[in-house]
């Protein structure tokens, strides 16, 4: 593969915009940089939402919302066509975001599992070379983060309303609504608390549009009377695919998508699990907002109780739900995006500034009749991933269009090659600089490998790992009650719904495909099931 990995030196890439080679060659102690050379430095900001499906940004997907913002940094620099994570959740995909490698080796396979904070992770080793990092919002890695000079984590996966944040000295709870006040703290620290004499890498993780999809209270009205098309898989049999039978994330199942968090139908007369629990959620909004909430959904409510829906007219009503509340949140996150570019472009640091704009995962809107995420299926396995490039960064000259296959362990060993900081060899994903750079290494990995761990669990999704090439996918579902292999033919069957893997005339398919996923699994060291 490419190798600025195998680099001893410390090469920066950044030499296309200044003087760091020369200063760096010269010997600079890390951490040293003078004044002038630091300003020439790119800065990072690093923006992931937790939840964000590909299909609900318009410069992906414009069936649903309109993402300005999103499209932004897209159109002023790339939109990535094939990224995809190396493990469906949240906890293992941070994990993979920061250390650059699978579930398998950073040790964090599950969102039960606590993050080895001791491991070399890409902020580290940015703070090690002079960076100012900072990292506020969404963490959920149990283990409190290490590399950020300046963090304020949510509990947990947060609270939507007044969210409470861990930080080095104690608990604070913010008043507000936790995409605005995420963005608050991110602005403050690049306005008032950083050193600007340092380049900086700020990491921005939003919890929205996380479940329960609770919107904020300026773009509760949104989306009302808007129906979306019920995506064509919705009444997915799952025939030929036990794994995905075998599910609890039906949109349709009340059990699973329940009246009282999910749908907000709060109610004495609406039987539902949970309405303690979305009674607390409501706790925590004040008079004002709760209000505004009450207007929007008691209303909601009473035509829930006039018709009564059922059978497929409830589930496709919960849909509509669903959907509205989802892109309610979406809204947020594309104009607190948007706060910040304008802050960028104001300060006059989009010259020399990457922003990155990501999801800690797909998500299913509706497809096979689900939300959530976790099984390597399109939706789930594949993530957004926009980069808006620095102005002044003369070799970063791609725009438009990479389709090579990225995946979140990229970003680490990216970042590190963007601030000229070599990359450790333990790392396992690969830089993709050389594509910013409109380049293409001829070795480019041609297939992506995916390994997903949490099971037994909510939802249910049964352990799996496969191989996906530009072509074929071939998984195997495995441990506890399966032992299932599935093998998809994505040009005749791009939504996944027939499980090629008995049929005699994918028999060389399947054969390359093992070999493939063979070679994968040894190159990765994922050996368990070999
Ligand atoms: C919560 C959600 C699940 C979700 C997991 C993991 N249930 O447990 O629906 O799959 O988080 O999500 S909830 O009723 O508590 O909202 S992740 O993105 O953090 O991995
Ligand atoms: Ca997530």
């Known amino acids: 593969m490419i190798s600025n990995k195998k680099m001893l030196l410390f090469i920066p890439f950044a030499a296309s915009i200044g003087a760091v080679t020369q200063a760096s060659a010269a010997g600079n102690e890390p951490g040293n940089k003078s004044r002038q050379e630091n300003k020439k430095r790119l800065n990072i900001v690093y923006i992931m939402s937790d939840d964000h499906s590909y299909q609900t940004i318009s410069c992906y997907d414009n069936r649903y919302i309109e993402t300005p913002n999103i499209d ?72 409190e983060p290490s590399g950020f000079n300046r963090w304020e984590v949510l509990v947990g996966q947060g609270q939507y309303y007044d969210p409470i944040f861990i930080t080095p000295k104690g608990r604070v709870t913010y008043k507000g609504y936790s995409t605005n006040v995420i963005t608050d703290l991110s602005i403050n620290w690049l306005e008032k608390e950083r050193d600007t004499t340092k380049p900086f890498c700020l990491v921005i993780h939003h919890k929205a549009p996380h479940r329960n999809w609770m919107s ?140 990155i704009y990501t999801s800690d995962q797909g998500f299913y809107m509706g497809e096979h009749g689900w939300f959530d995420k976790r099984f390597m299926y399109e939706e789930s396995f594949r993530t957004p991933l926009v980069m808006r490039m620095p102005d002044g960064a003369k070799d970063l000259k791609k725009r438009g269009d990479v389709p090579q296959f990225v995946q979140n362990i990229d970003y680490a060993p990216t970042i590190l090659e963007l601030a000229g900081v070599s990359i450790p060899r ?44 530009s072509r ?43 070999k493939e996923l063979k070679r994968l699994m040894t190159k990765y060291e994922d050996t368990q099931e070999l």
């Open 472 to 514: 074929y996918k071939l998984i195997h579902f495995y441990g506890h009650d399966i032992d299932k292999w599935e093998l998809y033919d994505l040009q005749t069957d791009p939504k996944e719904l027939v499980n090629q893997y008995d049929n005699l005339l994918y028999t060389k398919v399947k054969e390359r495909m093992h």
């Open 216 to 355: 904020d209270t300026t773009e509760l009205n949104l989306f009302e009377d808007v129906n979306f098309p019920i995506p064509d898989t919705f009444y997915d049999n799952y025939e030929g695919r036990p794994a995905a039978a075998a599910q609890e994330m039906r949109i349709a199942d009340d059990k699973v998508m329940n009246f009282a968090t999910d749908l907000k139908l709060l109610s004495p007369d609406i039987a539902s699990g949970y309405k303690d629990n979305m009674a607390f959620a409501l706790r925590r909004l004040d008079p004002r907002q709760r209000q505004l909430w009450d207007s929007t959904y008691n209303k909601i409510i009473r035509e829930f109780i006039a018709t009564k829906p059922t059978g497929k007219e409830l589930a496709e009503w919960k849909f509509q739900r669903y959907m509205r509340d989802y892109l309610k949140c979406i809204r947020s996150v594309d104009n607190n995006i948007g706060r910040v570019l304008d802050y960028l472009k104001e300060k006059g640091l989009l010259e020399n500034t990457i922003v």
């Open 72 to 143: 932004r940094i897209a159109s002023e620099g790339i939109r990535f066509t094939n990224s995809f994570v190396a493990n469906s959740i949240s906890g293992p995909s941070r994990a993979c975001m920061l250390t650059g490698k699978f579930s398998h080796k950073n040790g964090m396979t599950t969102n039960a599992t606590r993050f080895d904070s001791t491991q070399v992770t890409f902020p580290k080793l940015l703070q090690n070379e002079g960076y100012q990092t900072a990292i506020f919002g969404k963490w959920h890695l149990k283990s």
């Open 426 to 469: 333990e790392i396992q994903g690969e830089s993709m600089v050389p594509l910013l750079k409109g380049k293409t290494p001829s070795d480019w990995r041609k297939s992506v490998y995916y390994h997903y761990f949490e099971y037994p669990a909510e939802h249910a999704v049964r352990r799996h790992y496969g191989v996906r090439d």
